[in-house]
């Protein structure tokens, strides 16, 4: 299938969450998960993610905090991923972190914080002096790499 809300769909999609990651999820689809994968990139991400208004940003700020909320680790882990290639800094990260640990509870927010050193592992982001870094030392720089 090819429309212009799936083509606008597949853009974002890859552009979000890695092209060899979308590439391989589409080449994995069969019979019965085809519709499926087809769906979600034209419905989600051309659909939603999309539509502009928001930006990549700010899309990937709600989905963190949805994503703990429900529990879907593994999805967050990948839209987490998303949110660095988006632009969001650690700082906003931690901030984002800290509000879904008061909003969902210390056991989601216990999960998020573990799930983003594991990303920021993969990634090779040092963050144990990410605010002595920051620019005159104090917090709110960019995102620092090992």
């Known amino acids: 299938m090819s429309s212009e809300q799936f083509e606008r769909g597949l853009e ?18 069969d019979d019965f998960n085809r519709d499926f994968q087809t769906m979600v990139t034209e419905y989600c991400w051309g659909g939603t993610w999309g539509r502009g208004v928001l930006t990549r940003q700010q899309r990937s700020i709600l989905n963190l905090g949805m994503l703990a909320a429900l529990n879907r680790q ?9 949110a660095l290639k988006n632009g969001v800094s650690l700082e906003e990260i931690r901030e984002i972190l800290i509000q879904i640990a008061v909003y969902c509870g210390i056991p989601a927010g216990v999960e998020a914080f573990r799930v983003a050193r594991e990303v920021f592992a993969e990634e090779g982001i040092e963050v144990a002096d990410m605010d002595a870094r920051a620019p005159g030392g104090e917090p709110g720089g960019e995102r620092g790499t090992a």
């Open 74 to 82: 593994h999805e967050f882990k990948l839209h987490l991923k998303g």
């Open 12 to 29: 974002c999609r890859k552009a979000v969450l890695g092209e060899a990651y979308v590439d391989a999820a589409l080449a994995k689809a």
